[in-house]
């Protein structure tokens, strides 16, 4: 027999089972994983114990996943675990150790080196962590030079599907693909001016294709390949340039050299719209791509003319249209028409999530205090998965097969369309007669003469809100749960509290002070247990990164508040002092961004009837004697669409909901809003448009490099950038942050410019927060002095 004429393909290989997931929760349904993680950093469990605790979990994920009703065969089971991080997970997978951490990766296991990279220790800086995409996980940012080696590392992912085999399931590995992975990289340090990260994409390309050689040969049938860049306007590149790179990496991994072999590969392009992409992602040397049908579309004139069918001719598309971000249950019927469109158009159709279940909980079971009625319309991600294998067999058998399930969920929605709470005709009428004049306020000038009484010097000094949440505040607040202690105990717990925070900002000698935030487990939680339309859960974690976890509040019918909310501490704060204590709320897009929300109307609608809700609690505030209120919009940016196209329409309704929470207020009353990052370039349009008399913003790290947009934009009202950066203990000293304060006052005018940290101070301790703040308003007094 003569050689192969052209490469080893998987022709051959079985298709895809018709169900499939993109990725589970890797915590663990009891947080498992944080607590085996976070004892292994103490020193109470060895690597060994560690190790064993996380094999035990990915086992039961596996088995789990079968029971639920994915095939236990053909690669449906997703190997979708992670210590810490899946971007981390690639780096480590390509050994991409940045130069800066090669010491660590010489001596230490592989992974203590892991944890190094995440972590840092003595003598390194993490590697940076932001934001995934549009949602609230953040990433391990890859750093990459010229320089920085590369080397195929398939070892743990050789192991997990050598765990699998064992338990009789062919499981598929899954990997973050070259492209995502480089656009999301940053350039070293020590990268040569010009470098971008892109620029090895051929030479990643290749160590993919060593990975995915020693997987096929570890008898691996299917590898799963995650391009979330495919939807995003908001990377490096434009969209059509990362198609572009994308179809480069894929031809040349979907035919390796002549003799070398692969598994399948299903590329996947999660989070967004991959429609104006589709046809030609299926004519890649690719066995399966998955397109996100919750947040996307189809290309509906290529499904109708055939062109779609021509390009996925050999190629199966994994119809994601359950939906991995949210925790309803999904309308079956109208699933099942989508994935049956697709099919019928000669297209071979797996049915699949629109992204992986990592962004929800594990299980609706697990929550005994929920409302049932409320309960019975949720699915987490084990309910989504047998929503999943349940639209499988309808497209395999046809709908008749499954019409009792059908029927079920649609009884679900009917139920959930009309029950008590969904719509409440008040909430509906105060909404519907909003007019543009409730979204605007007195002229800027105006206002700042109206304030003058409030009696704020220039360079005026600050905190962001929150003080250090100690030890005996979080056992209180446990006490009160557990109903150890009354709510007599626990309010006067706060007051002593709250009192203790104002004595100690007079002594520090701030101009502005806040009442510390010590009552407010979350800042979207509490606002949720206090708001109707809330419900919040007893277990439903999702990972936010790392070790760290939240529990968003799922916000299920119309929003309303029954009573003051913030009032009472604010209040009390302000009768202790002579200086003004400032009200302190979260805004609407925030408690959006951090919750579950509604998905049976527009965000912008929901986003409205928070922002009403605010509007009478600063009305409230207001009439209580609060001058200052600051409404936080930390996630303003986190919730801007990938989607270029989508962007304004955003912006336009995010914007109006925070100027109808804020507008009610009368000029005399300073209204603030604090967002905790640097890079709002995209959004300085939007950020002037909230139009509030002072925005607090992060600006430490980047030493002030904010400034200078936004006096080229032209910003005319006050501006806190932050000059002392709280994300660690450091204690950065009076000269420190005064020359911080000095690039600032260079470039903006004294009475605008406010001084401030980056962030609220919940995560210090008070010994360097005292310290640190003690050190700020000695250095606001310099500049003011000079
Ligand atoms: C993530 S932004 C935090 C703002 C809040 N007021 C705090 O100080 O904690
Ligand atoms: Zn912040």
Not at 362 to 368: L, S, Y
Not at 405 to 429: F, K
Not at 516 to 521: D, I, L, V
Not at 647 to 676: M, N
């Amino acid at each position: 027999m003569t050689a192969p004429a052209h490469p080893v393909t998987p022709t051959g290989v079985a298709p895809l089972p018709q169900a499939t997931i993109l990725g589970y929760p890797r915590i663990g349904r009891r947080r498992e994983l944080k607590r085996a993680v976070e004892a292994f950093w103490k020193g109470k469990i060895s690597e060994e114990q560690l190790r064993v605790t996380a094999r035990e979990l990915r086992a039961a994920t596996r088995a789990r996943l079968v029971e639920l009703g994915l095939p236990a065969t053909g690669g449906a089971v997703p190997e979708s675990f992670s210590f810490y991080d899946q971007v981390l997970d690639a780096t480590l997978a390509l050994g991409a150790i940045p130069s800066r951490f090669a010491d660590v990766a010489e001596t230490g296991s592989d992974l203590a080196s892991y944890f190094a990279l995440a972590r840092g220790d003595e003598s390194h800086q993490p590697l940076e962590m932001t934001k995934w995409f549009d949602t609230n996980y953040h990433y391990s940012v890859p750093e990459l030079s010229a320089a920085t080696p590369l080397a195929a590392n398939a070892a743990a992912l050789v192991a997990q599907l050598a765990e699998a085999a064992e338990q009789g399931i062919e499981s598929r590995p899954v990997l973050v693909g070259p492209v995502t992975y480089l656009l999301l990289a940053k350039a070293a340090d020590d990268a040569a001016e010009g470098f971008a990260p892109i620029d090895r994409l051929d030479e990643v390309v290749a160590v993919y294709g060593e990975l995915l050689a020693a997987l096929a040969a570890a008898g691996a049938r299917w590898v799963q390949l995650d391009e979330p860049a495919l939807v995003s306007d908001s990377l490096s590149v434009p969209r059509a340039e990362v198609l572009a790179l994308v179809e480069r990496a894929y031809t040349t991994l979907g035919a390796p050299a002549v003799g070398a072999a692969r598994p399948a590969i299903l590329l996947t392009a999660p989070y967004g719209d991959s429609s104006a992409a589709l046809t030609r992602l299926g004519a890649l040397p690719v066995e399966a791509v998955q397109a996100d049908l919750v947040r996307g579309t189809l290309p509906e004139e290529a499904l109708a003319d055939g062109s779609l069918a021509a390009a996925f001719a050999g190629t199966q598309l994994v119809a994601g249209v359950v939906d991995g971000r949210n925790i309803w249950r999904t309308d079956l019927r109208a699933a099942l028409a989508l994935a049956q469109r697709i099919s019928d158009a000669g297209i071979a159709t797996v049915i699949g999530t629109s992204n992986s279940l990592q962004h929800v909980p594990h299980d609706v079971a697990d929550e005994t205090k929920l409302d049932a009625r409320l309960a019975s319309w949720l699915a987490f991600a084990d309910q989504k998965v047998t929503q999943v294998a349940t639209l499988a067999r309808g497209l395999a058998e046809g709908a008749a097969a499954i019409e009792a399930e059908l029927a079920d969920t649609e009884a679900a929605l009917a139920d959930r369309a009309g029950a008590p709470g969904v719509r409440d005709a008040r909430v509906r009428e105060r909404a519907a007669a909003v007019t543009s004049a409730d979204r605007s306020r007195a002229d800027e000038g105006a206002r700042r003469d109206a304030q003058r009484g409030i009696g704020v010097p220039e360079l005026a000094t600050t905190t962001i809100g929150s003080f250090p949440q100690t030890t005996e505040i979080r056992t209180a607040r446990a006490a009160f749960v557990r109903g150890e202690i009354d709510q007599a105990a626990y309010d006067g717990f706060l007051r002593e509290e709250i009192a203790r925070v104002i004595r100690l900002q007079e002594e520090i000698g701030l101009d502005v002070l806040v009442h510390g935030e010590a009552e407010r487990n979350d800042m979207v939680q509490y606002f949720a247990e206090l708001l109707d339309g809330f419900a919040v859960t007893e277990n439903g974690w999702v990972q936010s990164y790392g070790t760290r976890a939240t529990r968003p509040s799922i916000l299920w019918g119309d929003v309303s508040r029954p009573a003051p909310m913030t009032v009472a501490w604010s209040a009390y704060a302000q009768s202790l002092t002579e200086k003004p204590v400032k009200g302190m709320l979260t805004g609407p897009v925030t408690i959006l961004a951090w919750s579950f929300v509604r998905d049976d109307q527009p965000l912008a609608d929901t986003a409205e009837q928070v922002a009403l809700a605010l509007r009478d609690e600063i009305d409230d505030l207001v009439a209580a004697g609060i001058t200052i209120v600051q409404v936080d919009e930390p996630a303003l940016r986190e919730l801007l669409p990938l989607d270029a196209d989508r962007q304004a329409a955003y912006l336009d309704w995010s914007v109006g909901s925070f100027r109808l929470a804020t507008s009610g207020a009368a000029s005399e009353v300073q209204i603030h809003t604090h967002l905790c990052y640097s890079e709002f370039g995209e959004i300085i349009g939007a950020v002037d448009g909230l139009d509030a008399d002072v925005t607090s913003i992060e600006a430490a790290r980047s030493r002030m490099d904010v400034v200078d947009p936004l006096g080229d934009h032209g910003y005319s009202r006050g501006i806190g950038p932050g000059v002392y950066d709280i994300h660690s203990p450091r204690v950065p000293s009076a000269a420190e942050q005064e020359e911080l304060i000095r690039i600032a006052a260079a470039r903006i005018p004294g009475e605008q410019l406010w001084v401030n940290p980056d962030c609220g101070l919940k995560t210090r301790g008070y010994e360097e927060t005292v310290a640190s703040l003690t050190n700020l308003v000695q250095a606001a007094r310099a500049v003011r002095g000079a």
